[in-house]
């Protein structure tokens, strides 16, 4: 038994809520999860097969592989490439395509491309190899910027100069935010992303609450985290509550972790980003502070201008605001595939399109 | 028995060199020498003891199952076993799949310079060891040398005969609807035990390889009915690899139930740290039995009875739906698909 | 990336200047960076990500989501 994980796996207290979920709902609500862990979750336990008809989940884009810009990847390629130097990133980044290579096809012709758990690994492997340039693919939501601003504060500490971190990290409200003032927009409640709320607490969602008035639910990652918080955010929209309530009791405070926002603080600032599939969005993302410039592996390494575009058949903006489905495009199944991807929602096994693509098999 | 790092009850052979050497390869004296202390001891027998270039052996007429692995883990050394004994219990595994009778392995090593003599005299005691139990004669084999650099430590290649009863047919195109899917214990084990062992001393589990001969179940089971569908060893890509070449060779779907498939907790927890899933790690002491459901129970019973066995359950069903795919049904009940991992997860496993 | 797991502290050390933990996942223990829980004691739960603790898991807030739980089974048996 692995105590905080198993009790949230229950099945006897998941049907339990599922039945609660059914006996509440009284007219057809779409719901939105913003966060990868929650998608692969539920597409994992199949809870969007055991809903109530009347509740559609859209998956949003809370998947930091799947928004990364094509642009991010060509520019790590580069990087990496370069004799001297080591890349590091997490796992899941290795196999994303950029414009026509990823880091593993690279790796396999020699460059030095290593994955890693955490960016402290990454260096301690600058440490270890005070001749040759580490570089941190620096990728994430909030839930990842603490751990990535550390290793930026510590090489400044220690005075390490063979480190840096190629940033692309983004901000759930500011997303979530411009998924809600666009015409189209379905969603009429949201499932906050647990850990990044972890990190930042809630008090930011509340004005977005009340302003758009959709519930917002704080949500953890297991099944029964993900039902639970399912049913709060039917119960608020039954009965026109337009706030936030907070199902992840045991992680999340409303005012969040303080020693790590402030860490965050001094080590990066907002700067407008460009999530893929979507667009820019303003203020939605982080940038290393010019204090610590000299670990800006963009700025050191003057791949700042590398621009890359993205495919013109893709249509995850759309998808992932949940207005289409992915079989209503022209290139899913046949150019767009898990093995060849042209977009966000079919890169990572938990994009919308990936996941459609796979179950569409049991149809 | 299995590897015991610290077993100093056999010493090592005193020879000229305490490690390794290009000339040991070359096929000279030195060679004659390493052939000599190193190998004839662990590994001798009538046939083997001739020294000819080949074994020559008689064999019943009928049909014979041959089979050949290279084993390449890295580390050579894991919790719960070692090169050496993996490459014996695996390619006596792959023999017997087919329903044969494992007799005769071949052994090809190849050394790096440099290769203490001390590692090599451990490995050769876990293969003596794991051969006797299996029931198998090394009686041929072959020693090259490399230069140090141009491969990890060793490589080992073996080759397994065996031979098949007549009235036994086992192929991965036989499964019908009906059958039902048999796994002998618990998942996992063996690619995690790889795994945890690379990932550096922060890092610690007890998790342990589950490196085993599974010719002698095999041999009760067919006692209990020779009309075994399918047999396969889950190794690399795990049980969902193997149940979905299943899957496609039969044409038919494949169905299995989340809660059956048996795992030990320190196993599962070393999965859940690492964000990997269970059904796609490399198993080395289990196999999958699809069988007809009249003697499911009777052969889950008679699995359960042997050695590596004890933790054996029916974890799903052979199905007319879904041709060529395998599903699971999940806790919660809903339908998952099992794809094949689409790549390499872990490198370098066995 | 989006891994996080609940661990226990085993015991608490130095690594180069930052505070550090020994945590242990029911059997699998791996070593992870707390200067963002800096008041966590040994045998309290946190959640890790990517090789850093994020929180303090909170026993009695875990304990009102069980009863909670508890209080729907009877809601739906009503």
Not at chain 2, 24 to 35: D, N, P, R, W
Not at chain 2, 276 to 292: Q, R, T
Not at chain 3, 68 to 78: G, M, T, V
């Amino acid at each position: 038994m692995i105590k905080y994980l198993d009790e949230f796996r229950d099945p006897v207290v998941a049907k339990r809520i599922l039945e609660a979920i059914k006996n509440t709902v009284t007219q057809p609500w779409v719901i939105m999860e913003i966060c990868g862990g929650q998608t692969h979750s539920i597409i994992r336990n199949g809870i969007d097969q055991l809903l109530p008809k009347d509740i559609e989940l859209v998956h949003g884009p809370g998947c930091p592989v799947c928004v990364t810009p094509i642009e991010v990847i060509d520019r790590a390629l580069t990087l990496a490439s370069k004799p001297n130097v080591i890349f590091t990133s997490f796992g899941d980044m290795l196999r994303v395509p950029g414009s026509d290579n990823d880091l593993l096809m690279i790796k396999s012709t020699g460059a030095d491309v290593r994955s890693v758990y955490s960016p402290l690994e990454s260096l301690n492997i600058a440490r270890k190899n005070p001749s040759k340039e580490v570089i941190f693919l620096a990728v994430g939501f909030e839930t990842t910027a603490p751990g990535n601003a550390m290793a930026i504060h510590q090489a400044s500490k220690e005075g390490i100069t063979n480190f840096s971190e190629l940033v692309s990290h983004v901000l759930v409200p500011p997303a979530m935010e411009s998924l809600l003032s666009s015409p189209a927009n379905r969603v009429q409640a949201y499932l906050a992303a647990g850990h990044v709320c972890a990190v930042m607490g809630w008090q930011e969602y509340e004005p977005i609450a009340e302003k758009y008035r959709v519930p917002i639910v704080p949500t953890g990652f297991e099944p029964v985290d993900v039902l639970e918080g399912i049913l709060m955010a039917v119960e608020m929209l039954e009965r026109k509550d337009y706030t936030v309530k907070n199902q992840y009791l045991r992680t999340v405070m409303r005012q969040g972790n303080i020693t790590a926002q402030k860490i965050i603080q001094d080590v990066f600032e907002v700067t407008n980003q460009t999530w893929r599939g979507i667009g820019n969005i303003a203020s939605s993302g982080l940038k290393i502070r010019d204090k610590y410039h000299h670990y800006d592996a963009a700025k050191k390494f003057s791949v700042e201008d590398i621009h890359s575009q993205e495919s013109e058949l893709c249509m995850s903006g759309v998808i992932l605001q949940g207005v289409k489905k992915p079989n209503q495009c022209p290139a899913f199944g046949n150019e767009c595939i898990p093995m060849h991807p042209l977009g966000a929602t079919m890169v990572s096994n938990e994009g919308a399109c990936a996941a459609y693509f796979k179950y569409q098999r049991l149809k | 028995m299995k590897n015991n790092m610290n077993d100093f009850s056999c010493p090592v052979p005193i020879l000229e060199h305490d490690t390794i050497q290009l000339a040991h390869g070359a096929g000279g004296q030195l060679s004659s020498k390493l052939i000599e202390t190193m190998f004839l001891p662990r590994f001798g027998n009538k046939i083997l003891n001739d020294l000819e270039d080949q074994a020559v052996v008689s064999l019943n007429t009928g049909k014979l199952a041959i089979s050949t692995d290279s084993f390449v883990v890295d580390p050579i050394f894991f919790p719960g076993g070692n090169i050496g004994e993996l490459a014996v219990n695996g390619t006596v595994n792959d023999v017997a799949m087919s329903g044969a009778k494992p007799l005769y392995l071949s052994v090809g090593f190849i050394l790096e310079e440099g290769l203490p003599m001390e590692i090599l005299h451990r490995i050769l005691l876990s293969m003596e060891v794991a051969a006797k139990k299996a029931g198998v004669i090394i009686i041929t084999g072959d020693t090259k040398v490399v230069n140090h650099g141009s491969c990890d430590q060793l490589f080992i290649n073996t080759t397994g005969i065996g031979q098949v009863p007549d009235n036994v047919h086992i192929s991965a195109s036989s499964l019908k609807p009906g059958d039902k899917i048999i796994l002998s214990g618990t998942v996992a084990d063996h690619g995690m035990a790889v795994m945890t062992s690379r990932e550096g001393l922060s890092f610690q589990s007890r998790v342990n390889s589950d490196t085993a001969a599974l010719n002698h179940m095999i041999s009760k089971m067919i006692e209990i009915s020779p009309h075994i569908h399918a047999l396969r060893d889950p190794t690399r890509g795990g049980v969902a690899t193997t149940l979905n070449e299943f899957a496609k060779s039969s044409n038919i779907g494949i169905r299995i139930v989340e809660e059956s498939i048996p795992i030990l907790p320190d196993t599962r927890a070393a999965c859940e740290v690492l964000g990997i899933d269970p059904l796609n790690v490399a198993n080395e002491g289990k196999l999958i039995a699809a069988v007809p459901g009249e003697i499911a129970s009777d052969m889950l019973k008679a699995i359960k009875c042997c050695e590596y066995g004890n933790n054996a359950e029916i974890i799903g069903e052979v199905i007319d739906d879904h041709s060529g795919i395998v599903t699971m049904k999940t806790a919660l009940g809903a339908l998952r698909i099992i794809d094949m991992p689409l790549g390499e997860q872990l490198p370098r496993i066995c | 990336m989006c891994l996080a797991m609940p661990g226990k502290v085993i015991n608490i050390f130095d690594e180069n200047g930052l505070k550090m933990a020994n945590i242990d996942y029911s059997g699998t223990i791996n070593k992870a960076c707390i200067e963002y829980v800096p008041e966590i004691t040994v045998g309290e739960y946190t959640i890790i990500h990517a090789g850093f603790a994020i929180s303090v898991i909170n026993e009695d807030e875990a304990m009102k989501s069980f009863e909670a739980w508890q209080e729907l089974e009877k809601r739906i048996n009503d």
